[in-house]
C-alpha cells in the first residue's frame, strides 16, 4: 500500500513535466509566427522608418560629406604637390578642416542635410512602396518580362519624387558644406535669404534637373541592386539550410547588401553627382585661400559643364571625391536598410502579433485584415 503512492506520482511529474515542454514549445513557436507573420506596411509607418532611417545614416557618414563636397567644388587637382590646391587629399583635407574650423567643420551643413535626409528618405520609400504596389496591381511584379525591371524602375521614380520634394535643403547644405571659413552665410536662413536675394526664389531649384538626372540611375542601382543582392543572398541561405526557407532576412543581411548596393550605385554615377555640386555652388563667394570659384556664367547645361570639367581637370576631374563619397555612400546605403528594416519591424510588431493570434486561434477575418501579402519590409 505505501508503494501505490509513489507509482502515481511519477506519472503526474511526467504529465506536468509533458504540459511545460508543450507551453514552451507553443510559446516558441508564437514568437516565430510574430517575428514572421507577413505585414504589409501602410504610407504613414514606412514613412516614419524612413525618415529615422536617413536620420541616423545621415548623422553617421557627415564628415565624409563634407569631405566629398569640398573635393567636388575644388578646381584645382587633388594631388600631393601641387601648391594652388587648398585639399589634396583625404587625410590632409581632413587634418586642415579641424585645424582650420575645429571638430564642427566635420558636420558642417548638419542642420540642413538633417532637413534634406528626413524628408528624401521618408519620401523616398513611400513612392518605392506606391511604384511597387502598382507593380502588383497590374501584374508586371509576377511577370518574367518586367519582374526584374521592376526594382530599378521603383527605384528611379522614388529617387526623383524624393529629390524634388526636399532640394532646396539639399542645395542648402552644400552650400554651408561647400563655403569654408570665414563662412559666407552664418546659418541655414541667412543662406537661403542670400540666394533668394541673390537668384530670386528660383535660386533655391538650381541644379534641379541635373539633380534629378543624376538620382535616378543612382537610386534605380542602389535598389535594384538591393534586390538582387537579398534574392541571392536568400537562395544562398536557403541552400545552405532548407530549414531557412520561411526565415526573413536579418538586419545583419540588409546592411550588407546595402553596403555593396550603395558603394556600386555611387561609383556609377559620380561623375554626374560633381556635375550637380557646380551647379549648386556656381556663384559662392568663399575664401580664395580654397581656390578658384565656379562661377555662374560656366554652368549652363550638363552637358557643357561635364565637357568643360574633362577638358580643363581632366577624366580624374570627373571623379573629384570619389573616394570619400563611395565611403560615405556604402555606410549610409548599409546604415538606411538596415534601421529602415529594424523600425518597420518594431513599428509592425503589434500587428504580427495580433495576425499570430489570429491565426492561432483559427479567427480568419482579423488575421486576413491584419496580414496580406508582403513580407516584413516592403523592400524585400
Known sequence: ???????????????????????????????????????????????????????????????????????????????????????????????????????????????????????????????????????????????????????????????????????????????????????????????????????????LYRGLGVTVLEIMPYAALQFGLYDVFNKACNKARVRLDPAQADEAPSSMQAFVCGLAAGMLAKLGTHPLDVAKKRFQVAGLARSARYGQRVAPEAVHTLRQVLHDIAVKEGAAGLFKGAMPSILKAAPSAAVTFAVYDMCMYWLTLRDRQAAAAAAATGDQAPAAAAAKPAARSPLH
Not at 557627415?62 to 583625404?90: C, N, W
Not at 532637413?115 to 512602396?129: D, G, I, K, M, S
Open 1 to 203: 500500500m505505501s508503494g501505490q503512492p509513489k507509482a502515481e506520482e511519477q506519472p503526474s511529474k511526467q504529465r506536468r513535466g509533458k504540459k511545460k515542454m508543450d507551453q514552451a514549445q507553443k510559446a516558441q513557436q508564437q514568437q516565430q509566427a510574430v517575428a514572421h507573420a507577413p505585414i504589409e506596411a501602410n504610407a504613414l509607418l514606412t514613412a516614419v522608418a524612413g525618415a529615422l532611417a536617413g536620420a541616423v545614416a545621415r548623422f553617421v557618414v557627415g564628415p565624409l560629406d563634407v569631405l566629398k563636397i569640398r573635393f567636388q567644388v575644388q578646381l584645382e587637382p587633388i594631388a600631393a604637390g601641387v601648391k594652388t590646391s587648398h585639399y589634396t587629399s583625404m587625410r590632409q583635407a581632413l587634418v586642415t578642416i579641424v585645424k582650420e574650423e575645429g571638430i564642427k567643420g566635420l558636420w558642417r551643413g548638419t542642420v540642413p542635410g538633417q532637413l534634406l535626409t528626413v524628408p528624401y528618405t521618408a519620401v523616398q520609400f513611400v513612392a518605392l512602396q506606391q511604384c511597387r504596389a502598382l507593380a502588383r496591381q497590374y501584374g508586371l511584379a509576377d511577370s518574367p518580362r518586367w519582374q526584374s525591371a521592376v526594382p530599378f524602375v521603383s527605384g528611379a521614380l522614388a529617387g526623383a519624387a524624393a529629390t524634388v520634394a526636399s532640394y532646396p535643403f539639399d542645395l542648402l547644405r552644400t552650400t554651408l558644406a561647400a563655403q569654408g571659413e570665414p563662412p559666407v552665410y552664418a546659418t541655414m536662413t541667412d543662406a537661403a535669404r542670400g540666394i533668394v536675394r541673390q537668384h530670386g526664389v528660383r535660386g
